[in-house]
């Protein structure tokens, strides 16, 4: 193997400077996009704590929004927020296995018949539920 070319050795550095250029304006974005949501979150804070600051022993509709509020028990709110989170994440679950069926359907139905040409179909539609004129 020879020495390698100036015209070469020119531009392994150019590449490398590009490299080292997009690296820098990679971790520059990440940081300015860490910063934005930090920052949206303190001042969230921020002007709650200003809001619950001014309103201080004042006598306002806010009195009876606080009390509705603190009526509600903690764990009768866990026990719900739990209870419909665990639903929708049970029926985006549901609604993932059927597509990934119907997806998988065109070519499991072509194994299948290279397998056993003869075989019978289970009549159940491409997404895997149970075909209507059974349900009757």
């Known amino acids: 193997m020879g020495k390698s070319s100036p015209k070469d050795r020119a531009e392994k550095e150019q590449d490398l400077r590009f490299r ?9 974005t990440a940081l300015g996009s860490a910063l934005i949501c ?50 929708i994440y049970g029926l985006r679950q549901q609604k993932l296995r059927r597509d990934k069926t119907e997806y998988l359907q065109g070519r499991i139905k072509k194994l299948e ?10 009549k159940l539609t491409p997404r895997g539920t149970t075909n209507p004129k059974d349900r009757e």
Do not use: E, H, W
């Open 38 to 87: 930090y920052s949206a979150f303190v001042l969230c804070f921020y002007f709650m704590y200003r809001t619950a600051a001014t309103l201080a022993g004042k006598t306002t509709t806010a009195n009876i929004g606080l009390g509705m509020f603190g009526a509600l028990r903690i764990d009768a709110l866990v026990g719900y927020t739990v209870g419909v989170l665990g639903t």
């Open 113 to 122: 018949m290279q397998s056993d040409p003869k075989r019978s179909s289970s």
């Open 20 to 28: 080292r250029f997009v690296k820098v304006v990679d971790s520059v």
